[in-house]
């Protein structure tokens, strides 16, 4: 008789705050998280905070310790602050960033990023409402490509390669996801490719991802060369559902659409396997305004509220479900009323924002 695995409890959830605001941004976020939950009566959340970044060089002599990568094999789910690799000391200012090291230990295949015009904030397309599904593994990104060394290379001082890699598996599990999520939306699935040029590469992507489509037959599927999609985006990108493409078509697209709806400060993520996931902003560290009470929260509470969603649909935890939606309308309505931070054109700091939300979701 071989022993029990012990399934990891879905209220344990790592906290880790990261570089720059995210020491502002990552409690804001298990704050609101914290009173939803409380809201709903939900099972109280035991945060394992861990370290990460900068402050793991000074305490663990690495931004990525062994000992955090080993505690988040034992969650489902993790919130992520931004880092600021780039002003990493060297070795470390060289290697796999912090985030990039987690997704590819764990297999975050999945980059779920929405992109929604918020009530009250100025945006170029507001009837934006989408989500970007991104294959995270593949691809012409050197970090993800490869199991050792990097997916570029030189031959010569003057010459350049990088090697694009797309297999049939990773293009089937992304294409699963994104149908599986239109199913919950509106049903409506377009695949983005280059295939005109790239035919081999995102031909077999745009070909898989069709053959999947046949399996949900209630989701309409229709496809975009990468270059049109940009543009129908920037004119009429609220005529999208779920938008599901490969790794560096996904990365720009969903800038492109947070910076459409808004602002990248109000651009949620996860980054997701099927057994584990993490909640990520879209944005960076933003380290000249670190330490000011100014960095907008908005993106990470609703990451945050992404993977409660998550969790409750997988663990069949309503209360988080209905935490996660409690955030949403929070979000909104603070925003609609008017309290935003700078980024949006509002007056509010970091911490009158986060109160302004937490008050909201405990008495809606």
């Not at 000074?58 to 990525?64: E, I, Q, S, Y």
């Not at 670190?290 to 100014?294: F, H, K, L, V």
């Given at each position: 008789m071989t022993d029990a695995v012990a399934i990891p409890a879905p209220h344990r959830i790592g906290l880790l705050e990261g570089d720059g605001i995210g020491h502002e941004i990552v409690p804001a976020a298990r704050r609101v998280v914290d009173a939803a939950v409380a809201a709903v009566h939900g099972p109280e959340i035991?945060?394992?905070p861990l370290p990460l970044g900068a402050d793991a060089i000074?305490?663990?002599?690495?931004?990525?310790p062994e000992s955090t990568l080993d505690a988040l094999a034992g969650l489902n789910s993790w919130i992520l602050g931004p880092h600021d690799s780039a002003a990493y000391p060297d070795p470390f200012r060289a290697q796999l960033t912090p985030g990039g090291q987690i997704r590819k230990r764990f297999d975050l295949y999945a980059n779920i990023r929405?992109?929604?015009?918020?009530?009250?904030?100025?945006?170029?397309?507001?009837?934006?409402?989408?989500?970007?599904v991104r294959e995270n593994t593949e691809g012409l990104y050197a970090d993800r490509n490869m199991v050792v060394g990097s997916g570029e290379f030189m031959p010569t001082p003057d010459v350049a390669l990088a090697v694009g890699v797309v297999t049939r598996a990773a293009c089937e599990r992304i294409a699963h996801t994104a149908f599986r999520l239109a199913t919950r939306r509106r049903r409506r699935v377009t695949i983005v490719h280059k295939a005109n040029v790239l035919s081999l590469t995102t031909g077999l992507f745009r070909d898989v991802c069709r053959e999947i489509g046949a399996q949900y037959p209630s989701v309409t599927v229709d496809d975009e060369h990468v270059d049109a999609m940009a543009a129908h985006l920037v004119r009429h990108g609220g005529d999208y559902d779920v938008v599901v493409t490969e790794n560096m078509f996904g990365d720009i697209l969903s800038d492109l659409a947070g910076e459409l709806s808004g602002s990248l400060g109000t651009a949620a993520s996860i980054n997701a396997s099927d057994t584990q996931a993490m909640a990520q902003a879209a944005h960076g560290a933003a380290p000249d305004i670190?330490?000011?009470?100014?960095a907008n929260p908005t993106a990470l509470i609703l990451s945050a509220a992404m993977l409660?969603?998550?969790l409750g649909t997988a663990h069949d935890l309503p209360e988080f479900a209905a935490a996660a939606r409690r955030i949403q309308h929070a979000v909104d309505a603070t925003v609609e009323a008017g309290v935003a931070t700078a980024d949006l054109?509002?007056?509010a700091s970091?911490?009158?924002f986060?109160?302004?939300?937490?008050?909201?979701?405990?008495r809606r």
């Open positions: 035991d945060w394992v000074a305490t663990h002599g690495t931004p990525t929405p992109a929604r015009a918020l009530p009250g904030v100025r945006a170029v397309s507001p009837r934006m409402d989408l989500v970007i670190a330490g000011r009470n100014r409660l969603d998550r054109g509002g007056l970091t911490a009158e986060t109160e302004a939300v937490v008050a909201r979701t405990r």
